[in-house]
């Protein structure tokens, strides 16, 4: 974990709403596509999705997205030609406990 890198990834008022989004999927995206896919949020959020969600352009969604997941912050999961990210427990976990202790 490298907690200056995941700073500089929650700095930015967009990334820290996708990991709020990504906290619980279902109070902020409609499922039902990826269940009749027989997907579910537990595989993450199409990019696609988040991008809708924030109103943002699609390479700025994607840099951010790769900035929070460079800070271990974020999990991906390639499924054909979609990617799905998911927000990364332990490393988020082991963050709130650095703060705690060291803060």
Do not use: H
């Not at 994607?62 to 427990?89: C, D, F, H, V």
């Amino acid at each position: 974990m490298e907690p200056l890198l995941i700073y500089k990834a929650l700095s930015n008022e967009t990334r820290s709403q996708i990991l709020q989004w990504l906290k619980n999927p279902k109070d902020f995206f409609d499922e039902k596509p990826y269940l009749q896919q027989g997907l579910s949020f537990r595989i993450g959020v199409c990019v696609g999705d988040i991008q809708t969600r924030a109103g943002l352009a699609q390479s700025v969604i994607s840099s951010y997205l790769l900035t929070m997941q460079k800070a271990g912050l974020l999990e991906s999961e390639r499924i054909g030609k979609w990617t799905y990210y998911r927000r990364n427990e332990k490393t988020i976990q082991e963050f709130s406990e650095y703060v705690q202790k060291k803060l």
